[in-house]
Each structure stands twice: as structure tokens, then as C-alpha cells.
């Protein structure tokens, strides 16, 4: 691709926001721009976000930036996107507009099929396809749902009136004014009806969750040119819309991942912590997955990958459910002011624990409180309920895996919780990178979109200026981190009663 500016401009739609930044050729963030949308719980276990909303939210943080003197003067070359994974709509082809609300990745209405599914002996044949484990966390069960659940769609997709997606290929739909129906291929791997094998969608599948082969959006790689956006949108011109991927997968390649061993992990609503495994799809350990890491010009690298319901969404709960907190980064205050936990354990299984328990009935549990339990002890074990579930996940790709690692780079908001970084490094005995930039998704993004821009020709050029970031190496704490890590593993068996 030709270039035509020297800034790109990434798209990071997250689970609670929207946001837009503008990058230079060096891959220096200059702008940044962000808008909230609501989440809806209507029934116990459902999430949703309104689609129409987060694009309303997509074009209004775009027009800042493009408004913005430094992106009118350099010109932007591209528009990349990166987003949250797993959620899914359905929209229809003649008016452009979703059937329903979103189905959120946290959303558990697919359960009830998940477990009928597995009951009649399906589970070991999607996970050999699709490297994942049936479980309402991915996009195939919700979409079931609102195929069985919204009136007259079976009609509609019978006569090829319906789309579906992953927020990626709506906001790609909607900005090339309907013209593009597309996706990549690391949010096609997290919907449990795309082939890591065959790098396809899957026949079986698609008939096995009541779907139509009409629905679905093309796969490309995430440096592919997935169309130009409406005139208006960004700037006057249409810009090419390249560098798309998911967000975790966005975050690998920002904290530029790329040899088998290393691994990175997320710490945003929820978390994911992937392992580059190289370019074969693997068998994961029980517990984890196999997905796509990434995908270059038809080159696919592939991760194992774990995947954490809540962790700085329980930081939102002592603030805004419990109000235990006005702001989450008082928790470093309040963990700092105690010695220990007191004994107190948070399971934050609001939504059911992910890997490695992938336990859907499991519910929240907080465990261990005496008379003499502060809100401060409340606090660490809510900061200590991310770390230990980081370690789950960790222990289980070393002893399982059989690939050590030397050091996880860490990525996402709670990472400026230093107490939390340093309990991390001591819980893991390992070295923990935290990057000097928060914006690590939308910097992987914003990298792929510059490979085709034409900025740079490989990502770890010296032209690229990012920094190696701040280490937090492991404390000796005379064997208590593993005493704690016990009475972690116990409270969790607390939460899993049924």
C-alpha cells in the first residue's frame, strides 16, 4: 500500500469504552481520545452492549481526532482497529441495523446449549477444530441464542437477510458504509466456529449452532486492506482500513511477542495471558486453549491462552456495587496500609471462573473475614484475587506446556497498581515488564498498520520508539507467597460449591 500521511489512527474498542489514538510513523502515541457506552444486565448472567451506540461513539472520538491540528497537518495513512473479543451481534443485510443487543464475551446465556452440547458428546471434536473448550464464553452459544430468542430470524437467514460478527466486523461494515462484511482471523479463532486447522469457518459447526453459511464474513489477515472508510468519517478522504486484530491478540504483538516462550499478559476487565507457541497449532493443556496469536500475510502464529472473567472488573465492583472505594487506584493505599490479608480471600466468580477451572456455575465468594477485618484487607485480597488467578494460569502453561518462562510483560490498566506488580513478580518468582505505554493493544495495532503503510518494514525496527518499560523483580518472602497461593486454591473450592 502507497502511503498518503504520517500518522495512523487506531480504533480500540473495549468492553467499557471506545477510544481513538493517533499515532506517528515512529510509533509514538500523540493523541487520545475515549467515550464511555452503557452495559446492560437485563437477567441474571446476560451482558450486553448496544452496537449501534458503540459506533455512534467509533464516529464521534474519530471526528476529535481528525479534527485534532497535528493529524490535519500529517495526514493519516491508515485506520487501524483493535477490540474486545468474543462479543457478538447479529445485524440485518437490507437495513444495516442489529436484531438485538450485542451478546458481551462475559454474557453466559449459551450455557444452557454449552452443557446440552457437551452432554450429547461434541465437546472433544470443537475443541480438536477450533482449539477451544465448549463454554458460553465464546461467540457461537450467544449467537444460538439470539437465533432461538429474537422473533423471525431463522426466516431471515433462510433468505440470506442476516450478518453476523465480532465487534470488529460491525465497526467495518458500518465504516465502509456497509460494503465490506470481513474479520480477521484472530477474532474468527475466539468464536468456537472457526477451524484453526483448516482456517476456515467450519460446516459442522455452523449447522451444530443453527447458523447460515450466508451470515458469515470473509477472514483476512490483520495486515490485509479491509476496505476505506466513508468520506466524512475520517477526515475528507476515504482511508484504508488495515491493522485489525483483537485485543489481547493486539497486546501480544505490541509487547512484541514473538518467539515461542514468551508469553504477555492482560489485565483489563478481565485477563488473558497468551504463549507464543510458534506456527503449529499445538494441543493446549486442560484448562487452556490454543488460538491464533497472530496472522501476517497468510502467516499464522499461534498462542496457548488463558482467559480470566474478572479481574479489573472487581476493582469496579468494590466501587460501584459495594462502595467500598471511590476510586480503584485507592486499593494500592488501602493494600499497602496491612501487613497481609488477614486471612481474607475474594473469588471473584461474578460471571463463573474461566480458565483453568472453567466453571460457569461457580459464584463469588469472600472468605476468611474476622471481627478484626479492615477494608483494607478487603482491598489486598481483591488486588491479590488478580495476581493469584495470573498464577493459575502461569504454573499451568510451565508444568503442563513444558516451556519455562524467563519473564511475563504485562499490559492493560491495573497495571499501574504497582502493590499489585510487585505481588505478581514475588507470586510467580519471575521477572514481570510493565511498558511505558499503557496503550499496548492499540499500539500492536497501530504497528501492523504501519507494516502496510509502508512505515516500517518489520515491527522491532529502531525507527520504532518504545522503551523496554519498568521491571519488578521477585522479593524473597520466606515461602509466604506459596502459604497465601494455598489458602487461594482452597477459597476457590469454597466458590465452586454447588
Known sequence: MKEHGNTIVVIDQSTSATKAMLFDRYARLLRRMSIPHRQYYPADGFVEHDAMEIFDNVCQVLMQIASEKVADEAGIAALAITN??????????????????????QCGRGEPFCLEITRKGFADSIRKKTGLRVDPYYSASKLHWLMHHVDGLQGKAERG??????IDSWLIYKLTGGRVHATDYTNACRTMLFNIHTLQWDPELIDLFGLHPSMFPEIKSSNDIFGFTDPGIVGSHPVPITGVIGDSHGA?????????????????????????????PLEAPEGLVTSIGYALAGKISYVFE???????????????????????????????????????????????????????????CLSG??????????????????????????????????????????????TRNNFLMQFQANLLDLKVVRPD??????????????????????????????????????????????????????????????
Open 84 to 105: 474486545q473479543r468474543e462479543t457478538a451481534l447479529i445485524w440485518d443485510r437490507c437495513t444495516g441495523l442489529p436484531v438485538a443487543r450485542a451478546a458481551v464475551w
Open 161 to 166: 437477510e442476516l450478518m453476523l460478527g465480532t
Open 252 to 280: 501480544l504483538f505490541g509487547q512484541r511477542c514473538f518467539l515461542p516462550g514468551m508469553a504477555k499478559s492482560t489485565y483489563g476487565t478481565g485477563s488473558s495471558i497468551m504463549m507464543n507457541i510458534g506456527f503449529q
Open 369 to 414: 473475614m474476622a471481627r478484626n477485618t479492615t477494608k483494607a484487607h478487603i482491598a489486598r485480597a481483591a488486588l491479590e484475587s488478580i495476581a493469584y488467578q495470573i498464577k493459575d494460569l502461569v504454573a499451568l502453561m510451565e508444568e503442563e506446556g513444558g516451556i519455562p518462562l524467563r519473564e511475563l510483560r504485562v499490559d492493560g490498566g491495573a
Open 306 to 364: 488463558g482467559n480470566i472473567h474478572c479481574t479489573g472488573d472487581t476493582l469496579n465492583w468494590l466501587k460501584n456495587e459495594v462502595g467500598l472505594i471511590a476510586d480503584p487506584a485507592e486499593t494500592e493505599i488501602l493494600a499497602t496500609s496491612v501487613e497481609n490479608n488477614n486471612g481474607v480471600y475474594l473469588v471473584p466468580a461474578f460471571v463463573g471462573l474461566g480458565a483453568p477451572w472453567w466453571d460457569p456455575g461457580a459464584r463469588a
Open 437 to 498: 505505554i499503557e496503550e499496548i493493544s492499540a499500539l500492536g495495532a497501530a504497528l501492523i498498520a504501519g507494516l502496510t503503510a509502508g512505515f516500517w518494514k518489520n515491527p522491532d525496527e529502531p525507527a520504532i520508539k518504545t522503551s523496554s518499560g519498568f521491571a519488578f523483580y521477585p522479593k524473597n518472602n520466606s515461602g509466604k507467597s506459596q502459604e497465601w497461593y494455598a489458602g487461594w486454591k482452597k477459597a476457590v473450592e469454597r466458590a465452586r460449591l454447588k
